[in-house]
Nanobody, 120 residues
Framework: QVQLVESGGGLVQPGGSLRLSCAPS????????MAWYRQAPGEQRELVAS???????NYVDSVKGRFTISRDNAKNTVYLQMNSLKLEDTAVYYC??????????????WGQGTQVTVSS
């Protein structure tokens, strides 16, 4: 069963930086859209950024100019570079991808989540 494995979360001071990574485990055919979501305590999960296989990106307004999403198609890996972190960026960050398991079968897959805490 294909899973998404995330890494890179942690504790950082306001103004600091973190880089999240996410890649699938197991055999896949291809990946279309990859994205990062986040969910703060008591809040709904929100889309932070997404990137297509062609490199087209989309960001929520609150992170524009601070976060950068990128991907390495050869490694099927997506990254989220987070700079100038703010207290309100504190959340569990989830990787999401539409993965083609075979040429004919696609599945929407979520990672287990990684905690990002911004605190002084």
């Amino acid at each position: 069963q294909v899973q998404l494995v995330e890494s890179g979360g942690g504790l950082v001071q306001p103004g600091g930086s973190l880089r999240l990574s996410c890649a699938p485990s197991g055999s896949i055919f291809s990946i279309n859209i990859m994205a990062w979501y986040r969910q703060a305590p008591g809040e709904q999960r929100e889309l932070v950024a997404s990137i297509t296989s062609g490199g087209r990106t989309n960001y929520v307004d609150s992170v524009k100019g601070r976060f950068t999403i990128s991907r390495d198609n050869a490694k099927n890996t997506v990254y989220l570079q987070m700079n100038s972190l703010k207290l309100e960026d504190t959340a569990v960050y989830y990787c999401n991808a539409m993965i083609s398991i075979t040429e004919w079968t696609a599945k929407n897959v979520w990672g287990q989540g990684t905690q990002v805490t911004v605190s002084s």
